[in-house]
């Protein structure tokens, strides 16, 4: 079957639709809906994943050539402790520790090349191992039912998602408990670095404001 190169004037639409798409999901994580995670991994595999067969959006656009923001700092390579600078822990209303993305980090946000900004690590086990976004945004997306679910997971990930990974707990007077499920919010900060960087570089992709707790990027 004969296939027709999409135009430049494609991939634009393209993206101005992929972002479109991804501030929304953005939108309904930040309104409690934190399912919407799984689409927004979906989107992001798209914008940036390259692989043998497939080439992402923003690679075919000239997009990744510049620098990317990135609200994590690097990793300690001398603690002893789990770091993940993309999420923080906080306790709900009902009194339930829970997981948020660092959109608003008490440090400066940083800029650093797009191969560092995808393939360093940004998670990391008391033992050592560790995780880089794309271990991350891939888990929910080609794993979890972002676009399709596997039989299984591999172990790491499953320790990611189960908590075990990063060990950190929620102590009551009662009882001593892991929190798990920290992919949705890792998620949701990769999308929140991806929007501001594309604010920088592709502002005529966004139809609407990029608005966080009330305050509009860009």
């Known amino acids: 079957m004969t296939s027709i190169k999409h135009t430049q004037d494609d991939f634009q639409r393209m993206l101005t639709e992929q972002v479109t798409l991804l501030l ?4 309904e994580y930040d309104a409690g809906v934190v399912e919407m995670a799984l689409p927004a991994a979906t989107c992001i595999r798209v914008l940036a994943h390259k692989t043998k067969n497939s080439h992402p959006l923003l690679g075919q ?35 339930k520790a829970r997981y948020f993305p ?11 090349p797009f191969e560092d900004w995808w ?24 794993k979890e ?33 892991v929190v798990s499920r920290p992919l949705g919010a890792c998620v949701r900060a ?3 670095e991806l929007l501001l960087t594309l604010l920088r570089t592709a502002s005529w992709a ?8 009330g305050v509009q990027h860009g």
């Open 61 to 95: 656009l000239g997009l990744r050539e510049g620098d990317f923001c990135t609200v994590a700092p690097p990793l300690d390579a001398g603690s002893l402790i789990s770091e993940c600078n993309l999420i923080g822990l906080e306790l709900g209303a009902d009194g």
């Open 145 to 177: 039912g972002g676009s399709h679910v596997d039989l299984g997971v591999p172990e790491r990930h499953a320790r990611f998602r189960g908590g075990e990974f990063l060990g950190w707990y929620h102590r009551t007077d009662e009882d001593s408990v």
């Open 190 to 192: 990769v999308a929140h």
């Open 102 to 112: 660092n959109v608003d980090p008490p440090w400066p946000l940083r800029w650093q």
């Open 206 to 213: 966004f139809r609407a404001p990029y608005v966080v707790d």
């Open 119 to 142: 393939d360093l690590p940004v998670a990391r086990s008391r033992g050592g191992e560790t995780l880089s976004r794309p271990e991350i945004v891939l888990g929910l997306a080609n």
């Open 24 to 27: 929304k999901y953005c939108q």
